[in-house]
């Protein structure tokens, strides 16, 4: 196996080799190779593919070869899955946190995801809500509250999981259209910052009641009953075996002659 004197290793490779051997991120390479030594006797000297390579790098080395990849390769993608899970942890607990809490957490992490597209644009949709406080509703509108909970919940959803929800909110409108469009216009007018968080889901809100009536009028327009019975009443296609008689041709010939022959 050939090695090269390399720079010191990034952090999360760091971090993967000592899960994979069982040691401190800090132990030193002598402490690293001890464990190694020992757990090689335990596994009957058949020691997992990849604990060479984390022992290279606790040890400060870096190999070369398919070895190398494979185990840069798996720790990239152990080092993603952990900061999904605390992405993750962060937007559920998002509304949990006191905002100057709140916005020091999602720099730090903004600045330890910055090379995970998917999870940077996640941090980024969150940024419009960093400040904003606590939710104090002292209204005496139906829904208002349920509102405000489900918008500020919503905001911090992934696009899938967003995206259902939204079309549970709707089809809950569409069964008391007034209620929820009073609720819509209290939280516009007294909640701008959380209306401000959700706009276009607002505006869906707000108009459910007029796309029902254009959806219905759709409806009405294609299945309407007298243009059925309209089609059903036109006359049948002319066969295609009706042949003209033969005797018709025949008087039309006399008589073309006896004109002609006047």
């Known amino acids: 196996m050939m090695t090269t004197d390399t720079a010191p290793e990034k952090p999360w490779q760091r971090r993967w080799a000592a899960e994979q051997l069982g040691v401190r991120e800090t132990a030193a390479g002598t402490e690293a190779r001890t464990v190694f030594l020992r757990r090689l006797v335990e596994s009957d000297f058949v020691p997992p593919q990849l604990w060479p390579q984390a022992l290279a790098i606790l040890e400060g080395r870096q190999t070369s070869g398919a070895g190398r990849r494979a185990a840069e390769t798996t720790a990239l993608r152990a080092e993603v899955e952990r900061l999904r899970h605390e992405v993750e942890a962060f937007a559920q607990r998002f509304w949990n946190f006191s905002v100057d809490e709140r916005r020091q957490r999602w720099e730090q992490l903004r600045s330890t995801c910055a090379n995970v597209p998917a999870l940077s644009a996640w941090l980024e949709r969150l940024e419009h809500g960093l400040d904003i406080g606590p939710m104090k509703v002292d209204l005496d509108v139906p829904l208002v509250t349920d ?53 276009t889901l607002l505006r869906e809100l707000a108009t459910v009641a007029s796309r029902q009536r254009q959806r219905a009028r759709l409806k009405g327009a294609l299945f309407r009953p007298g243009q059925l019975a309209g089609v059903a009443s036109l006359p049948p296609p002319p066969s295609k075996n009706l042949r003209f008689p033969w005797w018709l041709l025949v008087f039309i010939a006399i008589v073309f002659d006896v004109i002609w022959g006047s």
């Open 147 to 199: 509102l405000l909970r489900s918008l500020r919940q919503m905001y911090v959803l992934r696009p899938a999981d967003w995206a259902a929800r939204r079309c549970e909110l709707l089809a809950d409108a569409g069964l008391d259209v007034v209620r929820w469009q009073a609720a819509v216009a209290a939280v516009l007018r007294e909640f701008p910052e959380t209306a401000a968080l959700q706009p």
